[in-house]
């Protein structure tokens, strides 16, 4: 994988899950405010920025070409496999794997 392939695949996972927690907070607080509890807005909220921040920190390590980066991308993964969606399971599943082939990619550079 060159270069240019590997940044747009950083960049184009990031993005996507960028976009799914804001409409996971955009469903919350926007959307159906009146179904949810005061509650389930907070956490909500607070895992929206929690894996806000991780996802920032997959993106900053992979573009740098760091191992950690990947590997905070697995833990992203799971942690979206655990929320149970089938949408989400099946991209965290994809992503996963994608952080895997990125793996070898930054060990066969090395």
């Not at 940044?7 to 955009?26: C, D, F, P």
């Not at 920025?49 to 920032?56: A, E, H, P, Q, S």
């Amino acid at each position: 994988m060159d270069e240019k392939k590997y940044k747009s695949l950083v960049a184009i996972w990031g993005a996507i899950l960028l976009m799914l927690q804001a409409l996971a907070l955009i469903n919350v607080v926007g959307l159906n405010p009146e179904t949810y509890g005061q509650l389930t807005k907070l956490i909500t909220a607070f895992v929206a920025v929690v894996m806000l921040g991780l996802v920032i920190a997959y993106l900053i390590l992979s573009l740098r070409k760091k191992k950690a980066g990947p590997i905070v991308g697995i833990i992203v993964g799971a942690l979206y496999i655990i929320e149970f969606s089938p949408i989400n399971i099946i991209i965290g599943i994809c992503f996963i794997l994608s952080c895997v082939t990125m793996i070898k990619e930054i060990d066969k550079i090395k």
